[in-house]
């Protein structure tokens, strides 16, 4: 039990390290790196403090899936790797930031030493839906995202779908239609090829067990589905598959299929259940996996897409 | 010190440091980076908020732990239109936000 605490302070070092290491790296890629092990670092954390579910999603995410995304966009920045040496900045200016960086910390250091005690908790509130609306669901998270707080996970697969409209819109007019560029430019080489084709496929058993089993362990439609995302982002990246044109309509629907399926099941319920958002007790746990299963398939979907970014003209 | 105390000292020191990476860098996608420091900063200090408010038998509380997971998802879909908003710009010449500095891609006959 003592050696807990000395694992707890050692984390804390190496996630405050890292993230130094992040934020002063010279080399944007570098950078990058940083912020992957980062992440992943902060789900032990996540871990510590009996969050597994976050922790899950934070490595799948906040690490795997954010990572891609900033190495693809550093790829296709391309030259301007580090932007022109003129435009670092001062050091009398470097000193007011660093104060007022450490002002806002030192400040939400104070409030965290001083929250109140007894805390607020609406933990009963969320045990309640867990037995209640959300009954046989033993994982209380997934009882929170969908009964106790559905709407805000119904929202939440609306924004992701806002943020595919928006990263499609950025694209030139001429390009409408067609598909994103690949994700990586040169041809794949031998070994991402074998990865690809070995890991996709454990990948995606793996992802549908975390999905099916977040109904009564850590796990659910988030993870599950950022898992998959990365699994169709591995095949993409070996050029096993390249991202398909925006305007097919098997990509639309999937990326529809799960805010629309969660919609319909709110509405039914204001008419079986009398209550929006509401799943009658003795089928709450099939209808949940129904929902759940189309949001896997749309963040499985969304992710992928909006790492692989706007549509972009062919030069076929 | 309890390990919620030091985790939520951690992401206090989490959210000074991105903030000053995110005034400091003039690189837009470093800027990027800093913000998502800030942000799991941000997250961490409200996993604090879920650990203390243990009770009714859970050793958390479910609440603002679904909605760290809601918002780190959100948080990625913000840094995808981040990123798209940055490339477009690149192709226009703009690297830096700042509008004094002007660069241009220096892999074509620009050297």
Same mark, same amino acid.
């Given at each position: 039990?003592?050696?807990?605490?000395?694992?707890?302070?050692?984390?804390? $070092?190496?996630?405050?390290?890292?993230?130094?290491? +992040?934020? +002063?790296?010279?080399?944007?890629? &570098?950078?990058?790196?940083?912020?992957?092990?980062? /992440?992943?670092?902060?789900?032990?954390?996540? #871990?510590?403090?009996?969050?597994?579910?976050?922790?899950?999603?934070?490595?799948?995410?906040?690490?795997?899936?954010?990572?891609?995304?900033?190495?693809?966009?550093?790829?296709?920045?391309?030259?301007?790797?580090?932007?022109?040496?003129? !435009?670092?900045?001062?050091?009398?200016?470097?000193?007011?930031?660093?104060?007022?960086?450490?002002?806002?910390? *030192?400040?939400?250091?104070?409030?965290?030493?001083?929250?109140?005690?007894?805390?607020?908790?609406?933990?009963?509130?969320?045990?309640?839906?867990?037995?209640?609306?959300?009954?046989?669901?033993?994982?209380?998270?997934?009882?929170?995202?969908?009964?106790?707080?559905?709407?805000?996970?119904?929202?939440?697969?609306?924004?992701?779908?806002?943020?595919?409209? /928006?990263?499609?819109?950025?694209?030139?007019?001429?390009?409408?239609?067609?598909?994103?560029?690949?994700?990586?430019?040169?041809?794949?080489?031998?070994?991402?090829?074998?990865?690809?084709?070995?890991? @996709?496929?454990? $990948?995606?058993?793996?992802?549908?067990?975390?999905?099916?089993?977040?109904?009564?362990?850590?796990? /659910? !439609?988030?993870?599950?589905?950022?898992?998959?995302?990365?699994?169709?982002?591995?095949?993409?990246?070996?050029?096993? +598959?390249?991202?398909?044109?925006?305007?097919?309509?098997?990509?639309?629907?999937?990326?529809?299929?799960?805010?629309?399926?969660?919609? #319909?099941?709110?509405? &039914?319920?204001?008419?079986?259940?009398?209550?929006?958002?509401?799943?009658?007790?003795?089928?709450?746990?099939?209808?949940?996996?129904?929902?759940?299963?189309?949001?896997?398939? *749309?963040? !499985?979907?969304?992710?992928?897409?909006?790492?692989?970014?706007?549509?972009?003209?062919?030069?076929? | 010190?309890?390990? *919620?105390?030091?985790?939520?000292?951690?992401? !206090?020191?989490?959210?000074?440091?991105?903030?000053?990476?995110?005034?400091?860098?003039?690189?837009?996608?470093?800027?990027?980076?800093?913000?998502?420091?800030?942000?799991?900063?941000?997250?961490?200090?409200?996993?604090?908020?879920?650990?203390?408010? @243990?009770?009714?038998?859970?050793?958390?509380?479910?609440?603002?732990? &679904?909605?760290?997971?809601?918002?780190?998802?959100?948080?990625?879909?913000?840094?995808?239109?981040?990123?798209?908003?940055?490339?477009?710009?690149?192709?226009?010449?703009?690297?830096?936000?700042?509008?004094?500095?002007?660069?241009?891609?220096?892999?074509?006959?620009?050297?």
């Amino acid at each position: 039990m003592s050696l807990l605490p000395i694992l707890d302070v050692v984390l804390a $070092g190496l996630v405050i390290g890292v993230a130094i290491f +992040t934020i +002063t790296a010279r080399e944007l890629f &570098a950078s990058v790196v940083g912020y992957v092990a980062y /992440g992943l670092l902060l789900a032990f954390v996540w #871990i510590r403090l009996y969050a597994p579910d976050v922790a899950l999603t934070e490595a799948a995410v906040g690490s795997g899936v954010t990572g891609v995304l900033l190495i693809t966009a550093g790829k296709r920045l391309g030259a301007l790797k580090n932007a022109a040496p003129e !435009a670092q900045p001062g050091f009398a200016f470097k000193l007011l930031t660093g104060v007022l960086a450490a002002l806002v910390a *030192s400040a939400l250091g104070a409030v965290i030493l001083m929250l109140p005690d007894p805390p607020p908790s609406l933990a009963p509130e969320a045990a309640a839906a867990a037995d209640g609306a959300g009954a046989g669901l033993g994982n209380p998270i997934t009882a929170v995202l969908m009964s106790y707080r559905s709407l805000d996970t119904m929202l939440e697969k609306i924004v992701l779908i806002l943020a595919v409209v /928006g990263v499609w819109s950025v694209g030139a007019d001429k390009a409408w239609g067609s598909a994103p560029a690949p994700l990586r430019q040169q041809e794949p080489y031998a070994p991402m090829v074998f990865l690809a084709q070995m890991l @996709a496929p454990v $990948g995606a058993l793996i992802a549908i067990h975390i999905f099916w089993t977040g109904a009564n362990a850590p796990g /659910g !439609a988030f993870q599950g589905g950022a898992l998959l995302a990365a699994m169709w982002m591995v095949t993409m990246m070996a050029r096993l +598959t390249d991202p398909p044109r925006i305007d097919t309509q098997w990509l639309r629907v999937a990326l529809v299929a799960g805010p629309a399926v969660f919609l #319909i099941s709110g509405l &039914a319920g204001e008419v079986v259940a009398g209550a929006f958002f509401a799943y009658p007790p003795s089928l709450a746990k099939p209808i949940i996996l129904f929902i759940e299963a189309f949001m896997v398939l *749309s963040i !499985a979907a969304a992710l992928p897409m909006l790492v692989a970014g706007p549509p972009s003209e062919r030069p076929d | 010190m309890t390990p *919620s105390v030091l985790a939520g000292l951690t992401g !206090a020191a989490l959210v000074g440091f991105g903030l000053y990476g995110l005034i400091l860098h003039p690189h837009p996608l470093r800027k990027l980076l800093a913000f998502n420091l800030m942000g799991s900063g941000v997250f961490l200090i409200f996993g604090i908020v879920a650990r203390r408010g @243990a009770a009714a038998g859970f050793r958390f509380d479910p609440v603002p732990q &679904a909605m760290v997971i809601t918002g780190i998802v959100v948080a990625f879909a913000a840094s995808a239109i981040a990123v798209a908003l940055i490339l477009r710009l690149s192709e226009s010449g703009h690297v830096t936000l700042d509008p004094e500095v002007w660069t241009r891609p220096s892999d074509g006959d620009t050297k």
